[in-house]
């Protein structure tokens, strides 16, 4: 954690690192001063989700995501459970960045990943959720569906020379900053990076141009 909390706003969590260590591993990010976003996705029936809510709260954590597809319940429940706890939000996924087009048509999704996206963030906004996850690819169009106000989370991020691996929809950091993100998740491009830090540093710089 010292190699790169300077290089970065914020602390992801991921499912990998919770299973291995468990809700300990939230302290990490009160060891480096960072806001924890832990990313577990929650998909379950609404009690489960609103207890889930009320435990992540209490472990401090500053953001915690859910599947938009999830549905309305799910979300109002979650959302409102934050709410009362305080100090934390709860962010909708929206369409993973390993989909594309024909997984979701597989999966009995109609249209495109944009437009899934969009469909899934209506519903969470509507249902009291004000941070969305969705790619790149997405983002622009998101910014323009939710306002100037949520927070937009968005993944895939990848550096010229960083490899897809089973990311489908992925995008620059500039570019990602330039259509409306608000923060960006980077994870494989820092962990397997030989010099994290300054894979850090790279994405800032990028950021900063894009900002500029």
Request: proline share 6%.
């Amino acid at each position: 954690m010292p190699r790169v909390s300077e290089g970065v706003g914020m602390l992801k969590i991921g499912l990998e690192l919770f299973v291995s260590e468990g809700p300990p591993c939230v302290a990490l990010g009160a060891e480096a001063g960072l806001p924890v976003f832990l990313d577990l996705k929650l998909h379950d029936i609404p009690e489960t989700v609103d207890r889930a809510v009320a435990r992540a709260a209490a472990l401090g954590v500053r953001y915690l995501t859910v599947h938009a597809q999830g549905g309305a319940d799910m979300l109002a429940r979650a959302a409102a459970r934050a709410q009362r706890e305080g100090g934390l939000d709860v962010v909708a996924v929206t369409v993973l960045t390993s989909l594309d087009a024909r997984d979701l048509r597989t999966a009995g999704v109609e249209g495109t990943p944009r437009e899934a996206a969009l469909r899934l963030a209506r519903v969470a906004r509507d249902a009291g959720v004000g941070a969305f996850v969705c790619s790149a690819e997405e983002v622009a169009a998101m910014r323009g569906e939710v306002g100037r106000e949520a927070v937009i989370f968005t993944p895939g991020i990848r550096l010229p020379d960083d490899p897809a691996s089973d990311q489908r929809r992925v995008a620059s950091p500039g570019r990602a900053i330039a259509d409306g993100a608000s923060w960006l998740v980077v994870g494989r491009p820092i962990r397997d990076a030989a010099d994290p830090l300054e894979t850090c540093r790279a994405i800032a710089r990028a950021i900063a141009e894009a900002r500029a």
